[in-house]
Nanobody, 125 residues
């Protein structure tokens, strides 16, 4: 398993921006599908952004507002979040899975076997 540590969460007003980071314990080889999930109280964990190589996938709820990227030299995954909305409030987790299918299928949480501890994002309206 890959060890993952997130940071960058916080409180922001609606319309603002945050950038989340996730440092991995290993080089982010192209064989990994990396993703950001979020979970709000009382709701299921949902995938919002995925990346493998330079190919990215987004959920409809964040498309056009969030950008996932990675810096292989720093073993770091990022999530740039712009135009934040109240409904973006959640605990955000980074996750890793081997292979490409988890990304191309925008798979759910059960397809990922490595998780960070999460970082809280709170958006006030």
């Amino acid at each position: 398993q890959v060890q993952l540590v997130e940071s960058g969460g916080g409180s922001v007003e609606a319309g603002g921006s945050l950038r989340l980071s996730c440092v991995a314990s290993v080089y982010l080889y192209s064989s990994f599908c990396m993703a950001w999930f979020r979970q709000a109280p009382g709701k299921e964990r949902e995938g919002v952004a995925y990346i493998r190589d330079d190919t990215t996938y987004y959920s409809d709820s964040v498309k056009g507002r969030f950008t996932i990227s990675k810096d292989n030299a720093k073993n770091t995954l990022y999530l740039q979040m712009n135009s934040l909305k109240f409904e973006d409030t959640a605990m955000y987790y980074c996750a890793a899975a081997l292979g490409s299918l988890a990304c191309s299928r925008r798979a759910g949480s059960t397809s990922f076997n490595s998780w960070g501890q999460g970082t809280q994002v709170t958006v006030s309206s």
